[in-house]
């Protein structure tokens, strides 16, 4: 999945804490996809998503310098910024998106087939079911499985310990196997 080995991207970190752009052109390559999908999934709109990334790396731009995990996948740090420029936006506006809205602008490549209209309907179920938990087990579980964060990554993203965010997630993965049982009638 990603075009670096862990040691690369550590090694091209450090050229852009050092301040090295074109190292950091190579970071926004390889994180851009993950933080865009991180905010498409919680802004109104394509157009939101859009400039929030392009402000979330600008941001990161600047504070890259002061990074302080050098040896770290950067991509929490990433999440970090984001998280707080959609809560600024979210203050704003007052108005996020529908499921199926965020859904329809997801950008797939591939044909409308019978497998994948199954598999839209499936990830709209669970975007509804993960909109019923708690806002922090939602948040673990998002960042944890769609962000494909580490434990300890989501950890420093939410501002809790390991435990804490081990917690949210049994709680949360525990509140939706319920869900899905009642809905779906599985054990």
Known sequence: MSAHTPEEMAKIVER???????AFGLIY????TPVYRYILFRVRSKEDADELTQE?????LTAFARYEAKRENPL???YTIAKNAIIDLGEKRRVYA????ILTQIPDDAMQTETEAVRREERLALKH????????QREALELRFMGNLSGRD??????KSE???????SRGLRALREHFNESYGTR
């Open 163 to 169: 435990t804490a965010v081990r917690q949210l997630q």
């Open 129 to 136: 079911a993960l909109r019923k938990l708690p806002d922090d």
């Open 76 to 78: 929490p740090f990433f």
């Open 56 to 60: 979330i790396f600008l941001k990161a």
């Open 154 to 159: 989501v950890a420093r993203v939410m501002g």
């Open 16 to 22: 852009a804490i050092a301040g090295d752009r074109d």
């Open 29 to 32: 390559e390889e994180y851009f």
């Open 98 to 101: 529908t499921d199926e809205e």
